[in-house]
């Protein structure tokens, strides 16, 4: 047992060393892939910068940038009709995550576990959520609402969130579920607990990274959903996006800015969050790895 | 009273048939094994007794009482398995305690039993360790205890050695046996392992396409098999083909083989002659022994002893062990393509149909 501690504490220190030691300039990294990936980095993050920079100018200005202010900050919460878009955002996010989460844990663990001719069916179908456009299950919801006499509103928001969320939830949680294995619950009730018990205190405890992953996934998804959301929101409040959506038509404005940045805030933080937690609470694994469906180390 | 007792199990996963017409007795405190290759119907066996899957047909008894409607967290069994399915949230010793929590045992007799239970498969003092950072061979011992502990009347055992590396698998199966003794509670042990069902068990019974084909002490078992499956399986044996005749087996060869032909074997019978390697000598004869002549055609240096491949008239080809009394040397006796004559006693030989 000593020696195994030991082993495993040398470990990272001796695989360290190779790195070390490697020659600077090796036939398999050639130097082409660098700067390669560092235009695809400068492409991909440039235009973020220049909104997160311009959304602190002091001047109307979209083009210079002539000083530092949070003016358009300002403009943003105190703007009465942004502030209403932006708590309906959240709510919406909300309960998004977390009836999206309970049903799509509920439907990864029922396609893992219920061996039938059917399950490989439904899972095939429970994978169409991801690859439909979002302007054909925008426009199917809106259809949908409309037939059946639903007024458009936050509610119509979350149903159509909700629906197309639990795709995400179930693949996520499936992968943990199946890499988990059935043995594992056997041999709870193996030892006297009953499902219910096996459920709560072998199952859950085992997929709960996955479970907060996923759920801090779609809040995500949901907080900065724009086409779903334009197709099943009413009056007002509109959410968030619509809402900068509805105010562009009438010119840019530098708030928008100031909104985008503080969006990318928000939905940078909970996938952080969700990339984080588990390790957090001591599991070697990475949320990443969680989320991409890889088992734990 | 038997502490498990099968009675005509037959069980069916559409159309196959996994388990058929199944009966076995298994006394308390016995060591039983269920040996067979993959697909005998031997780990459906235990799990129909740890209550994971139904009989099709046929009654299972557990000390005297049909579990049949007994769900697995009633009954008094536990289960050690292949992949170990330790709780990888659970530090070591709240595995062990898992099923003691469940059965609302008091804290102070939990805290004993899981040291005691630590302490018989000797990992005291990896009671914080996650399962994460165990070796295999702990992973396992953590499994047994985690089983152990509950004090269940019959303690099945999936393959439980099955991911070890070869010495450790070795110094468990010692370490297994002492265990059982020490605990005296009966193990129902599955493997496709044969030395492995030898070294341990009381008794074993030798499956092969769901059904039971011998049910015997490990001596029996590899000294008296009773058919071609079981002799093939349980070790390395010589299968000769030939034909029953009074006091003796002709092999396609032409030789007549003394040995004992059981009576209900009618002369002209298509039979095999079941000879194990060790039995065979290499030497000169002695007096009443079975001869037959025949040319090297490989051998094989395994260490303890030489396998000496020959093939007798009409290519049959046979194995015989040399034990390597003296030290061998690389110009040892044998060269492929000599010519030797092999013996055996007749009463070493076995005419099976």
Redesign the interface.
């Known amino acids: 047992?000593s020696v195994?501690?030991a082993e495993?504490a040398a470990a990272p220190r001796r695989a360290a060393e190779p790195a070390r030691r490697r020659p600077p300039q090796g036939f398999d990294r050639p130097r082409f892939l660098r700067v390669f990936a560092g235009v695809f980095f400068l492409v991909l993050f440039a235009p973020i910068g220049l909104v997160i920079l311009f959304s602190f100018n002091s001047s109307r200005s979209l083009q210079d940038f002539q000083g530092f202010s949070l003016r358009w900050y300002e403009q943003f919460f105190q703007s009465e009709s942004l502030r209403d878009s932006l708590i309906a955002s959240v709510q919406i996010a909300l309960v998004t995550m977390v009836v999206a989460t309970v049903l799509g844990t509920m439907l990864a663990y029922g396609l893992v576990r219920a061996r039938t001719r059917w399950s490989s069916a439904a899972n095939v179908m429970m994978l169409v959520p991801l690859v439909t456009p979002e302007i054909v299950a925008g426009a199917s919801a809106l259809l949908l609402f409309t037939q059946v006499g639903l007024e458009l509103s936050i509610t119509t928001i979350v149903l159509a969130h909700i629906t197309f969320s639990i795709s995400y939830v179930t693949v996520v949680v499936r992968a943990r579920l199946s890499a988990l294995?059935r043995?594992?619950e056997?041999?709870?009730?193996?030892?006297?607990?009953?499902r219910w018990?096996t459920f709560r205190?072998?199952t859950l405890?085992?997929l709960w990274p996955a479970v907060i992953a996923a759920g801090l996934l779609v809040f995500a998804l949901s907080f900065d959903d724009f086409v779903l959301s334009f197709f099943t929101t009413g009056e007002s409040p509109q959410p968030l996006p619509v809402r900068i959506w509805t105010q562009i038509r009438f010119g840019v404005r530098p708030t928008i800015n100031a909104i985008g940045t503080f969006m990318l805030v928000v939905s940078t933080l909970s996938i952080g969050l969700a990339l984080l937690l588990p390790r957090l609470f001591g599991r070697?694994e990475s949320g990443l790895g969680v989320l991409m469906g890889r088992e734990?180390? | 009273m038997s502490a498990i007792r099968f009675e005509g199990v037959t069980k069916r996963f559409g159309e196959a048939v996994a388990v058929d017409d199944l009966n076995l007795e298994i006394q308390k405190g016995e060591f039983f094994s269920l040996l067979g290759p993959s697909g005998c119907g031997k780990t459906t066996t235990l799990r129909m007794v740890a209550g994971f899957e139904q009989p099709s047909e046929g009654r299972i008894y557990l000390d005297g009482e049909p579990v049949e409607t007994v769900p697995p967290y009633n009954r008094n069994v536990n289960t050690v398995f292949q992949s170990y399915a330790l709780f990888e949230h659970l530090n070591v010793e709240d595995n062990v305690a898992f099923g003691l929590k469940r059965r609302k045992i008091p804290k102070d007799e939990i805290r004993t039993r899981v040291a005691e239970a630590l302490e018989l498969v000797e990992l005291r003092g990896c009671e914080k360790s996650q399962p994460s950072e165990l070796s295999g061979g702990q992973k396992q011992r953590v499994a047994l205890a985690r089983a152990l502990v509950n004090r269940p009347s019959v303690l099945l055992l999936d393959e439980p050695l099955g991911a070890l590396d070869l010495k450790l698998r070795k110094q468990m199966q010692v370490e297994l046996k002492g265990i059982q003794r020490e605990v005296e509670i009966t193990f129902l042990y599955v493997t496709h392992d044969q030395e492995e069902a030898l070294a341990m068990s009381d008794r074993i019974a030798v499956m092969e396409g769901g059904q039971v084909k011998q049910c015997s002490s490990p001596e029996d078992v590899y000294e008296h098999p009773t058919g071609p499956f079981v002799a093939g399986f349980i070790g390395v044996s010589n299968l000769l083909p030939g034909v029953a005749e009074n006091g003796g087996v002709r092999l396609s060869s032409g030789e007549l083989c003394k040995a004992d032909v059981p009576g209900d074997c009618a002369p002209g019978a298509q039979v095999q002659l079941s000879v194990r390697p060790e039995k065979i000598w290499t030497e000169e004869a002695e007096e009443g022994m079975v001869s037959i002549e025949g040319t090297v055609v490989e051998r094989v240096y395994v260490g303890t002893s030489t396998q000496v491949i020959v093939e007798l008239g009409s290519g049959v080809r046979l194995i015989a062990l040399d034990q390597n009394f003296s030290r061998a040397k690389a110009d040892d006796r044998w060269e492929i393509g000599d010519r030797l004559t092999v013996s055996w006693h007749p009463e070493h030989s076995l005419v099976l149909r």
């Open positions: 047992m195994d501690v495993s294995g043995e594992v056997d041999a709870s009730m193996d030892l006297g607990a009953t018990e205190l072998v405890p085992a070697r734990g180390a």
